[in-house]
């Protein structure tokens, strides 16, 4: 299965559901792992495709996400605010340029924003724009085509919305909104002319398949940036007893996602930390991307730290000379 799957893949064709599951089933796991690792090289060399994220509006979130530490319906300690401070977001910007990342994006908790909330990070965009070379991102809810195109002249160029989980399982982790809400904000976006990122959790209690189901719906949508986040249980939240995922559960996940999405970014997202050393096997197991810095609530690695990992793994990563003649110390 895995010769066959491999020359289906390479020659522009796609597996379906029941070859993913007999791949993942049949294959022993380092061969399946070093086979994507082989796809990612081929359909992406070894360039790593880096973001970074600021929580540009915290907290107070309406929706009942059951993963979610910024849920309302959560009696979780966070801070909460409602836009970030030009000054903090402007230095991370900065700080992220200078270790090669590309694109920065700005995320806020809720439904979704209003007009002057969305005019008042417009101003904030501009402000990064004209003082990085960012490609700019906005993870900000549901969208409408208006706000679409308001977000496209402030110089966004990708939008950002997870399914977080595939359709069968959705109803699990979220009851204030649906699945299809979702996927008409993806096709908002797409219509407008933004890129989409958009992948979801593993670690709520799904089964295998129920991610395979994720990774195929995601090919559906035309999706080629994919996060791929695990599960950090939070306290006070309903999935805060949920058992983590084993390592190798995590790297079938990621190789898998690479067969079933071979052109796609498979980004390496919140969570990662969990994994401690084993983060450098999943860019070994077909992830070519990654979200850096701290995520959201969480802490994740330093930039230093990671831009050493990459480094150290073969891929191409850019750094400014400064940061570069660092590296060679």
């Known amino acids: 299965m895995l010769k066959q799957c491999m020359h289906l893949v390479r020659g522009g064709g796609s597996i379906n559901f029941e070859q993913a599951v007999a791949l993942a089933r049949d294959t022993q796991p380092e061969h399946l792992f070093e086979a994507a690792d082989r796809l ?3 359909f992406h060399k070894d360039n790593i495709d880096l973001c970074s994220i600021v929580n540009a509006k ?6 009942n996400c059951k993963f979610c530490a910024q849920s309302s319906w959560h009696d979780v300690a966070i801070e909460s605010y409602d836009s970030v401070s030009d000054e903090l977001a402007l230095s ?4 992220n340029e200078e270790y090669g990342v590309k694109r920065f994006s700005l995320v806020t908790a809720g439904r979704s924003l209003t007009d002057g909330q969305l005019a008042g990070f417009g101003n904030l965009f501009s402000r990064i724009a004209e003082a ?3 490609s700019l991102c906005a993870s900000m809810g549901f969208l409408t085509q208006a706000k679409a195109e308001k977000l496209i002249s402030f110089g966004v160029s990708r939008y950002h919305c997870n399914l977080e989980a595939c359709r069968s399982y959705f109803p699990e982790v979220c009851s204030t909104h ?4 979702k996927v008409e904000t993806i096709t908002i976006a797409q219509q407008a002319g933004m890129e989409v990122c958009s992948g979801g959790i593993i670690g709520m209690g799904e089964t295998f398949e129920q991610r395979l189901e994720l990774a195929f719906e995601l090919r559906e949508l035309g999706i080629l940036s994919i996060p791929i986040n695990i599960l950090n249980p939070i306290p006070n939240t ?3 007893d949920v058992a983590p995922l084993e390592i190798p559960e995590i790297l079938t996940c990621l190789a898998m996602f690479r067969f079933i999405n071979p052109k796609a970014v498979i980004r390496l997202a919140g969570g990662r930390v969990l994994m401690g050393n084993s983060q450098r096997e999943s860019f070994l197991a077909g992830a070519n991307g990654a979200i850096v810095g701290n995520y959201l609530t969480t802490a994740g690695n330093s930039l230093a730290e990671d831009i050493a990992m990459f480094t150290s793994l073969g891929f191409n990563v850019e ?7 660092e590296r060679r110390l």
């Open 319 to 325: 750094l400014p000379e400064n940061r570069e003649q």
């Open 92 to 95: 991370m910007a900065r700080e």
């Open 40 to 42: 990612r090289r081929e």
């Open 178 to 181: 649906t699945y299809d809400e």
């Open 238 to 240: 309903p999935l805060a």
């Open 132 to 134: 990085t070379n960012h």
């Open 58 to 63: 915290s907290g107070k979130c309406s929706e």
